[in-house]
C-alpha cells in the first residue's frame, strides 16, 4: 500500500538542502561550508514565511529548514491564519480547519482552509493601483480590461453566503490511498463573499453566441519557478457562470479578502469544487469550448463516470468534471471526545451543505446508525449558503457514544455512513461525520 506522506518541505529539503535552498528562496548556498549568502530577495520570500524578517540572516546555515517551519508544531502561524490550523503541506501552502473551528455560522477569515496550488504573489508585490482584470477568450465579443476601481464603480455590488470545500476534502479515508494531501474534514468553510456578480462583468464584454465556458488564471507561480508554467487554471460551464451568486469578490466577511486565499480578487462558486474559484484573479476567458488550463484534464477534479473497483486505474476517457458537490454535514459542537456527566444533555451543532441544492433535513444517531433522530435545521441565508443544525441528546446510560450526523438534500439523497465510491484522486468524501462522546 503507498504510504501516506506529509509533504513540502521536508521532502524537498531530504532530496537536495542547497538546490532546496536555492529553489525555495533563490539562496546562493554552498555546501563545503554550510555558509549561506542570503540576497534581499530571499530575505523577503524568508521574512514572509516567517510572519517577520529573520534578523541574523547572514550567519543562517545553508541547507537547513529554520526551525519555525521545520517542527509539526508550527510555533507561529500561516500569515494571517489562526495558529490551530492544521497544515498538511507548506510547499504549496495547504491547511485545513479543525471542525471546532468552524463553529461560527459564517467562517471568520482567519481560520478559513487555505489550498493553494502554487506559490502566492507576494504581498509586497500585490499593488491595487495595478491590479487589473482582463476578460478574453475566442467567445468574448470585445475584449476588456477593469481596474479594482472600475470594477467596484461600474458594477452593482453584491453579498451573498457561499459554502466553498475542496473536492478532495474527506481523501484521507479512501482506501487504496490517492495522492496528494490527506484532507481530513475541515478543508470547507462558508463566508459572505462581496464583490460583482461575473455575469455583469461578462455580459458587459459581450458573451458570443458560441460560449461555453470559463476558464481562470491567477497571480500565483508554479512550484517549478517556471513562468511559463501555470498552477491550476480551471473554471464552470456559462450556467454555472451566468448565476446571480457566482461573484468575482474581493472581500469576505465585510474586509479585504486574506492574502492566502486570494488577495485582492477571486472567483466565488458556492456549491461547486472550491478549484473552480480562481484566487488571485487576474484574467477571465470565455471559452468556445470546455475550458482546457491546467488541471481541468487527465484525471485533475475528475472522477469516474461509472462507479470502479477500489485501486482501479481509469483511463481519462472514463473520468467526468466533478460539478456540484455531494451533500454533507459537520458536527462544529462539541469537540470530538467531550465528556459530560451522566443524566446531563448534550446540545450539539453544526453545519450542513449540499452542493447546488439545498439541504432539506439532518437527523442524528448515537446508535451507529441503527435508529436516527432529527435535528432542528435553518434555512439557507441565501442559495449555496450552508444551513445550521442542532439538537439535544439523552443518552442511556454512562459509557462511550459516538454522535453521527447525516444530512439529505433537496432531492433525497443522502449522506452515505462510510466511504462512498472510491475514485483515483480520492474526490466528493461526503460520509457521515462522527465525534466521541463519554458520559460518566
Ligand atoms: N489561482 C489559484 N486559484 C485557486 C487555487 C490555486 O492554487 N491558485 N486553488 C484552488 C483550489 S484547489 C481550492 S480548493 C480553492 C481553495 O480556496 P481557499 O484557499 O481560499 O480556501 O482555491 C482554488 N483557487
Ligand atoms: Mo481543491
Same mark, same amino acid.
Given at each position: 500500500?503507498?504510504?501516506?506522506?506529509?509533504?513540502?518541505?521536508?521532502?524537498?529539503?531530504?532530496?537536495?538542502?542547497?538546490?532546496a535552498? @536555492?529553489?525555495?528562496?533563490?539562496r546562493?548556498?554552498?555546501?563545503?561550508?554550510?555558509r549561506?549568502?542570503?540576497k534581499?530577495?530571499? /530575505?523577503?520570500a524568508?521574512?514572509?514565511?516567517?510572519?517577520?524578517?529573520?534578523?541574523?540572516?547572514?550567519?543562517?546555515?545553508?541547507?537547513?529548514i529554520p526551525?519555525?517551519?521545520?517542527?509539526?508544531?508550527?510555533?507561529?502561524?500561516?500569515?494571517?491564519?489562526?495558529?490551530?490550523?492544521?497544515?498538511?503541506?507548506?510547499?504549496?501552502? =495547504?491547511?485545513?480547519t479543525?471542525?471546532?473551528?468552524?463553529?461560527?455560522a459564517?467562517?471568520p477569515?482567519?481560520?478559513?482552509?487555505?489550498r493553494? =496550488?502554487?506559490?502566492?504573489?507576494?504581498?509586497?508585490?500585490?499593488?491595487?493601483? @495595478?491590479?487589473?482584470?482582463?476578460i478574453?477568450?475566442e467567445?468574448?465579443?470585445?475584449?476588456?480590461?477593469y481596474?479594482?476601481?472600475?470594477l /467596484?464603480?461600474k458594477?452593482?455590488?453584491?453579498?451573498y453566503?457561499?459554502t466553498?470545500?475542496?473536492?478532495?476534502?474527506?481523501?484521507?479515508?479512501?482506501?487504496?490511498?490517492?495522492?496528494?494531501?490527506?484532507?481530513?474534514?475541515?478543508?470547507?468553510?462558508?463566508a459572505?463573499?462581496?464583490?460583482?456578480?461575473?455575469?455583469?462583468?461578462l455580459q458587459?464584454?459581450?458573451?458570443?453566441?458560441?460560449?461555453?465556458?470559463?476558464? !481562470?488564471?491567477?497571480?500565483?507561480t508554479?512550484?517549478?519557478g517556471?513562468?511559463?508554467?501555470?498552477?491550476?487554471?480551471?473554471?464552470?460551464?456559462?450556467? /454555472?457562470a451566468?448565476?446571480d451568486?457566482?461573484?468575482?469578490?474581493?472581500?469576505?466577511?465585510?474586509?479585504?479578502?486574506?492574502?492566502?486565499?486570494?488577495y485582492?480578487?477571486r472567483l466565488?462558486?458556492?456549491?461547486?469544487?472550491?478549484?473552480?474559484?480562481?484566487?488571485?484573479?487576474?484574467?477571465?476567458?470565455?471559452r468556445?469550448r470546455?475550458?482546457?488550463?491546467?488541471?481541468?484534464?487527465?484525471?485533475?477534479?475528475?472522477?469516474?463516470?461509472?462507479?470502479? +473497483?477500489?485501486? +482501479?486505474?481509469?483511463?481519462?476517457?472514463?473520468?467526468?468534471i466533478?460539478?456540484s458537490? $455531494?451533500?454533507?454535514?459537520?458536527?462544529?459542537?462539541?469537540?470530538?471526545?467531550?465528556?459530560?456527566?451522566?443524566? &446531563?444533555?448534550?446540545?450539539?451543532?453544526g453545519?450542513?451543505?449540499?452542493?447546488?441544492?439545498a439541504?432539506?433535513?439532518?437527523?442524528?444517531?448515537?446508535?451507529?446508525?441503527?435508529?436516527w &433522530?432529527?435535528?432542528?435545521?435553518? +434555512? $439557507?441565508?441565501?442559495?449555496l449558503?450552508?444551513?445550521?443544525?442542532?439538537?439535544r441528546?439523552?443518552? $442511556?446510560?454512562?459509557? !462511550?457514544?459516538?454522535?453521527?450526523?447525516r444530512a439529505?438534500?433537496?432531492?433525497?439523497?443522502? @449522506?452515505?455512513?462510510?466511504?462512498?465510491?472510491?475514485n483515483?484522486?480520492?474526490?466528493?468524501?461526503?460520509?457521515?461525520?462522527?465525534?466521541? %462522546?463519554? %458520559?460518566?
Amino acid at each position: 500500500m503507498a504510504k501516506k506522506q506529509k509533504r513540502g518541505l521536508h521532502e524537498w529539503y531530504a532530496n537536495d538542502p542547497i538546490e532546496a535552498d @536555492q529553489q525555495l528562496w533563490g539562496r546562493e548556498s554552498h555546501a563545503s561550508t554550510r555558509r549561506g549568502f542570503l540576497k534581499t530577495s530571499a /530575505k523577503i520570500a524568508m521574512g514572509l514565511v516567517l510572519g517577520a524578517p529573520m534578523v541574523y540572516a547572514e550567519h543562517f546555515p545553508a541547507g537547513m529548514i529554520p526551525a519555525a517551519l521545520a517542527h509539526d508544531d508550527r510555533p507561529f502561524a500561516l500569515p494571517g491564519k489562526h495558529p490551530d490550523l492544521i497544515v498538511l503541506n507548506d510547499r504549496p501552502i =495547504n491547511a485545513e480547519t479543525p471542525p471546532h473551528l468552524l463553529d461560527d455560522a459564517l467562517t471568520p477569515a482567519d481560520v478559513f482552509f487555505v489550498r493553494n =496550488n502554487g506559490i502566492p504573489p507576494e504581498l509586497t508585490q500585490i499593488d491595487l493601483q @495595478q491590479w487589473t482584470l482582463s476578460i478574453g477568450g475566442e467567445s468574448v465579443r470585445q475584449p476588456k480590461t477593469y481596474s479594482l476601481a472600475e470594477l /467596484k464603480s461600474k458594477f452593482t455590488t453584491h453579498t451573498y453566503q457561499l459554502t466553498l470545500e475542496c473536492g478532495g476534502n474527506g481523501r484521507k479515508e479512501f482506501n487504496p490511498p490517492a495522492k496528494g494531501n490527506q484532507w481530513s474534514v475541515g478543508a470547507v468553510g462558508c463566508a459572505a463573499w462581496t464583490g460583482v456578480r461575473l455575469r455583469d462583468v461578462l455580459q458587459d464584454a459581450g458573451i458570443k453566441a458560441d460560449a461555453q465556458y470559463i476558464g !481562470y488564471y491567477g497571480r500565483d507561480t508554479h512550484l517549478s519557478g517556471d513562468p511559463n508554467k501555470v498552477p491550476i487554471s480551471r473554471g464552470v460551464p456559462m450556467t /454555472k457562470a451566468l448565476e446571480d451568486e457566482s461573484l468575482i469578490a474581493w472581500a469576505m466577511n465585510g474586509k479585504d479578502l486574506p492574502w492566502l486565499n486570494g488577495y485582492p480578487l477571486r472567483l466565488v462558486f458556492g456549491g461547486w469544487p472550491a478549484s473552480c474559484s480562481g484566487k488571485w484573479l487576474t484574467r477571465i476567458d470565455v471559452r468556445n469550448r470546455v475550458h482546457d488550463g491546467q488541471k481541468m484534464g487527465g484525471q485533475s477534479y475528475r472522477v469516474p463516470c461509472k462507479p470502479v +473497483a477500489p485501486g +482501479a486505474k481509469v483511463p481519462d476517457e472514463e473520468m467526468c468534471i466533478i460539478e456540484s458537490m $455531494p451533500v454533507k454535514s459537520l458536527i462544529t459542537y462539541p469537540r470530538s471526545g467531550a465528556t459530560i456527566r451522566s443524566g &446531563q444533555q448534550l446540545p450539539i451543532r453544526g453545519h450542513a451543505w449540499g452542493g447546488d441544492l439545498a439541504v432539506q433535513a439532518v437527523e442524528y444517531s448515537i446508535d451507529f446508525g441503527a435508529s436516527w &433522530q432529527p435535528c432542528e435545521l435553518s +434555512a $439557507p441565508a441565501n442559495r449555496l449558503a450552508w444551513q445550521h443544525f442542532k439538537a439535544r441528546i439523552a443518552f $442511556p446510560q454512562p459509557g !462511550y457514544y459516538e454522535v453521527w450526523a447525516r444530512a439529505t438534500d433537496s432531492e433525497g439523497r443522502m @449522506q452515505p455512513m462510510l466511504l462512498p465510491g472510491w475514485n483515483p484522486k480520492g474526490y466528493l468524501n461526503n460520509a457521515c461525520h462522527r465525534i466521541a %462522546v463519554k %458520559v460518566g
